[in-house]
């Protein structure tokens, strides 16, 4: 109990972005119980984290010599890629996690929720649809597979390097003015970051909100205006603040910032200094947000 009180506290201080006191406590558990997989398998995280892929073999490794079907410690290492905007390590680690045990459902989930985010839509779909005939009680798969569903009668709009989403009447009306302000942001932010993104980039454009929300979390009720998961952007409509203070122009040059700081960084950039150099460049654009 006590190794079990320093992992939960180890995982508290990763979600403050606290690294350092997080393998404090790690460490202080695995003295405990060097045996503790799921204390190891947060420590090959970190090491993850660090970009230090022979200490997570290594780690792993370990793991799977104390609990060969121990699956969770890779699902760990999806999770900890994932909060950190690695989605395509998310995805591979969930593969390895499912295929050491076909029904770790979080893993399944995890693999779903990634692929959707790099806009793999038939592969989330299958992930997840297994990961909800295994386990119909998670309201983050249950609520993204709802939005799968809603998506299938969104229009699509293929233009130069970038595909746009969304209700049709909606698209079609945002489409003329989208597209050539996409088609600059791209060009001034491949100069800036000194990168090319594969194309085409895909935009969806929500009507609700709360569709906005859970295709970013899972979960309704988090108020964004907009996210990028580097080759997918997805953002509040005009439709949804008329009149209002919303610039879906000023979302989208810097959520299409972020995308090549993805891009660049490889995902390790770390979130504070992203988001202030997306807001410089919005602003550079002569957008005030």
């Known amino acids: 109990q006590w190794a079990a009180a320093r ?8 979600e403050q972005d606290n690294p350092r006191a997080a393998q404090d406590q790690l ?31 290594k780690l792993m490794s370990l793991v799977r010599m104390i609990a060969p079907r121990y699956s969770e410690g890779f699902a760990i290492l999806a999770q900890m ?14 593969a390895q996690a499912t295929q050491l045990d076909a029904r770790n459902w979080r893993a399944h989930a995890l693999a779903g929720m990634n692929q959707l985010r790099l806009g793999n839509n038939a592969a989330a779909r299958l992930s997840l649809d297994t990961a909800f005939r295994g386990d119909p009680f998670n309201v983050w798969t249950k609520n993204t597979l709802d939005l799968l569903d809603a998506m299938d ?3 699509v709009i293929k233009r130069g390097r970038f595909e ?12 003329p003015y989208l597209f050539p302000l996409a088609e600059q942001a791209f060009d001034v932010h491949a100069k800036t970051y000194g990168v090319q993104l594969a194309t085409p980039i895909r935009i969806e454009v929500h009507p609700q909100r709360d569709d906005l929300s859970v295709r970013t979390l899972g979960t309704a009720g988090v ?30 040059w810097h959520e299409l910032a972020h995308s090549f700081q993805l891009q660049l960084s490889r995902g390790r950039a770390p979130r504070w ?7 410089h460049d919005e602003h550079n654009a002569g957008y005030e947000g």
């Open 7 to 14: 992992i939960l506290l180890a995982q508290i201080l990763l």
């Open 223 to 252: 108020d964004l205006l907009g996210v990028s998961f580097g080759p997918t952007i997805v953002i509040d409509g005009p439709m949804l603040n008329p009149g209002g203070p919303f610039n879906w122009a000023s979302v989208l």
């Open 153 to 155: 009668a969104y229009a």
């Open 164 to 175: 746009l989403t969304g209700r049709a009447d909606h698209v079609n009306v945002l489409a």
């Open 273 to 279: 200094l992203a988001e202030g150099m997306a807001v």
């Open 81 to 94: 890629a994932a909060d950190r905007r690695r989605y395509q390590d998310a995805v591979h680690y969930a």
């Open 27 to 57: 460490e202080a558990a695995l003295e405990a119980n060097p045996r503790c997989v799921e204390a190891l398998s947060l420590l090959a995280a970190l090491r993850d984290r660090d970009g230090d892929q022979e200490a997570v073999d």
